[in-house]
RNA sequence: GGCGGCGUAGCUCAGUUGGUGAGAGCGACCGGCUCAUACCCGGUAGGUCGGCGGUUCGAAUCCGCCCGCCGCUACCA
């Protein structure tokens, strides 16, 4: 039994907010890849899902005063309804909640601790619950924020499984290196080995405090295994790796795996393979990690408010076009391959949208289908009249080239390219069209050229409507009809030409993308915004300004927990290799301290040796640049740069700010 | 700070290994056509190919420096 399916996935979706425009961008290009493939004759495998074993998840729920599986049952089927509507043709649909699935967790789990890739310690540290991360102290500031999305920390306690992740470096980076299409694109993959050469450090794989979510096996007391070990186990679970012996590997390994660019270096590109590598499982083909769309210049993501919902934007369209869903749902599509970011991030705008409909779709596609459909119907009673008629050249050489190439573009995940090469058809037939006019050769009697002229036409109307149809597939049915053919053509026909026979009928032409009309000022108008998403600024843009929201009030005992001292510098020196850091000895009452402070790009150590300053003394120590700061130095922050706060006169040192 | 990348017509961007007069789409203007969804076709728009040097017979394309963006990462206890 050998590998027989064309394997895609796409991530599983956490279900604590509805799908958006991110989400949808990589599911669109996931099934246009899966229908790429399967018109090409490939049996292929689809896989998507839902993520559903997050703490959050739970957290979300019971905000909602939902039982937890109901909730999880419901959002489950808003993802798998939305991509339904948006012509999703996924194979398997999986949820983490599901047995099999915790099956495979536990057994992997088992697995790779008996081989003590997974060994029991301890952890200590701040957790952000929103994104499901624990942060290293070095990277978070001091107000205890999530250094993504600005949300505050709680501070962790709890013995834990590790996974021995450190130990696949090398051999993670060999790979990588060696197989230089495994990570695609470029950009990904250097950002990926850049990531490597700071060095892996094991990462926690179970977590306790909470019951939602996969039990650690055989420790009553090891918590649940960590989401993120747990999600990527998704793509075995679905092979049937469990259930089916050795049959599994005719779908084992993925052959391409998608996601945004965000969880690809630390997860699918890290994590991932080496707990297959542990496993001792082959590696995916594939990775690819698209870039994201921006809404204004700013990031858009589930934690932020600026979210579109997907179905929302191609009713929009619907109702100020007049174009039917389907075929607004696919200009939906086709504007989000069309414009997909893959290097570097791009711009998503309801106006981009309208001038792709009305341009590419209205104009080009949808004009030159119909143009040459009526011709038909006009000069030869909507009947292919001869079996003489063949597509000219020059035209037979442009259709065989940009099939090719956009074939090409397609494998490599290259949409906008891939595209532009099938739009270049178009614009060849209308440059044909004008120049050989075959409204004119029909006034001038000759008959049998305009046929031979339109018969050329109908040919690349026959074309486009395979090669269209990994990208709007309810359009491409809707050609085919046109054309009267019982299927839209598979792609190995694409390259044969002269399908249509002579005595062909062709159906009725309807133009399938109606004009937006800019005159009755009929745009698509205001974001849509996801359901229970606040209007308004992304939250992450409050958090990360340095000034601070001043409406958020403390308690008198919170404020107590901050012990504030005065002290002394008695020494001052640069850490060496840094710009901004300086190592200070200070006086602290009776005792002395060592504290790493940020401010050598306002103050020599010269101007600081003797001078009192204010420090936050109950600090959590941390390790910056292999020295150990016992507390914090208080400074005002002005353009990035830090002001000294000193006292009104001297003070004794120790003495208390309160 | 380190690594990676980018900066080409008003806007969005193409431009493999250096070489015919630097391109496409959108927008604007002019013209043509009339089969077609006021569509399509052609032309014009005269952009120092971020700046300065260098290599070369010749560079947007190679090298160095600088400026400005962006991504990842790192030192803002």
């Known amino acids: 039994m050998g590998k027989r399916y064309y394997y895609i996935t796409t991530p599983i979706y956490y279900v604590n907010s509805t799908p958006h425009i991110g989400t949808a961008l990589t599911t669109i290009v996931a099934d246009a890849c899966a229908r790429f493939y399967k018109r090409r004759g490939r049996a292929v495998y689809f896989l998507t899902g839902t993520d559903e074993n997050a703490p959050k998840v739970h957290r979300v729920a019971q905000e909602q005063g939902k039982p937890t599986q109901q909730f999880v049952d419901e959002m489950a089927e808003v993802f798998a309804r939305t991509w339904r509507m948006l012509h999703i043709e996924y194979d398997v649909f999986i949820r983490t909640t599901e047995e099999r699935h915790k099956r495979t967790v536990t057994e992997v789990f088992r697995r790779l601790r008996e081989k003590g890739d997974i060994y029991k310690g301890s952890y200590q540290g701040w957790y952000c619950l929103s994104c499901e991360t624990f942060w290293a102290t070095s990277k978070i500031g ?17 013995p834990c499984y590790y996974f021995r992740l450190s130990a696949y470096e090398s051999r993670l980076r060999e790979y990588i290196q060696s197989n230089p299409h495994f990570i695609q694109p470029e950009v990904r993959r250097n950002e990926t080995l850049g990531f490597l050469a700071e060095g892996l450090q094991d990462v926690a794989v179970s977590r306790s405090g909470t019951d939602w979510g996969v039990p650690v096996p055989d420790d009553p007391d090891g918590g649940v295994v960590y989401v993120w070990f747990d999600a990527l186990l998704n793509y075995l679970t679905a092979t049937g790796w469990l259930e089916r012996g050795e049959e599994y590997l005719d779908l084992w390994p993925p052959d391409l795996q998608l996601m945004g ?13 080496a707990m297959l590598m542990a496993l001792e499982l082959p590696l995916p083909e594939r990775l690819y990690g698209h870039g994201w769309f921006l809404v204004n210049q700013k990031k858009m993501s589930k934690s932020l408010g600026n979210v579109y919902a997907p179905l929302e934007v191609a009713q929009a369209l619907t109702t100020a076009s007049g174009c039917e869903l389907p075929y607004a749902t696919d200009a939906f599509r086709y504007y989000m391959l069309r414009e997909m970011p893959t290097d570097s991030d791009a711009e998503f705008s309801l106006e981009g949208l309208e001038t792709r409909y009305n341009g590419d779709l209205a104009n080009d596609l949808g004009n030159l289908v119909h143009r040459t459909l009526s011709m038909m119907h006009r000069y030869f009673e909507g009947r292919v009249a001869s079996g003489e008629w063949r597509v000219e050249e020059p035209l037979a050489t442009v259709f065989q080239r940009q099939v090719e190439r956009a074939t090409e573009a397609f494998e490599q995940v290259d949409f906008p390219r891939g595209l532009r090469e099938v739009w270049e058809i178009i614009s060849a037939v209308n440059r044909y069209y004008d120049e050989q006019a075959p409204w004119a050769q029909m006034k001038a009697g000759d008959t ?4 031979q002229v339109l018969y050329t036409g109908l040919e690349a109307v026959r074309i486009l409507c395979g090669l269209i149809e990994p990208a709007m597939p309810a359009v491409a049915h809707a050609i085919a009809t046109q054309l009267n053919l019982p299927t839209v053509p598979p792609w190995s026909e694409l390259t044969e030409f002269n399908r249509l026979p002579g005595g062909h009928i062709l159906g009725q032409p309807t ?7 800019a005159e009755k000022a009929t745009k698509l108008g205001q974001p849509h915004r996801l359901e229970g998403e606040p209007p308004g600024e992304p939250k992450k843009e409050t958090a990360r300004q340095g000034d601070k929201a001043m409406n958020e009030t403390i308690t008198i005992d919170e404020f107590k927990r901050l012990d504030i001292r005065i002290a002394r ?41 003797g001078k009192q300053i204010v420090v936050l003394a109950n600090l959590q120590p941390a390790t910056i640049r292999g020295i150990v700061s016992e507390g914090m130095l208080l400074a005002a922050e002005v353009d990035g740069k830090a002001i000294l706060l000193i006292p009104d006169r001297e003070v004794p040192t120790g003495s208390i700010v309160r």
């Not at 924020?145 to 709890?158: A, I, M, Q, T, V």
């Not at 602290?588 to 101007?607: C, F, H, K, N």
């Open 142 to 158: 001091a107000e205890r924020s999530c250094p993504d999305c600005g949300k505050p920390l709680e501070w962790r306690d709890e």
């Open 511 to 517: 133009p399938i993308f109606p004009r937006l009309q």
């Open 261 to 273: 660019k965000d969880i690809l270096p630390r997860f699918h590109a890290t994590i991932w393979p």
């Open 448 to 451: 049998q050229r305009a046929g």
């Open 569 to 609: 510098v008695v020494q001052a020196e640069p850490v060496p290799k840094t710009d901004k850091l300086l190592k200070l000895t200070i006086e602290l009452g009776d005792e002395t301290r060592t504290i790493v402070a940020g401010i050598a790009e306002t103050y020599t150590p010269e101007q600081l040796v």
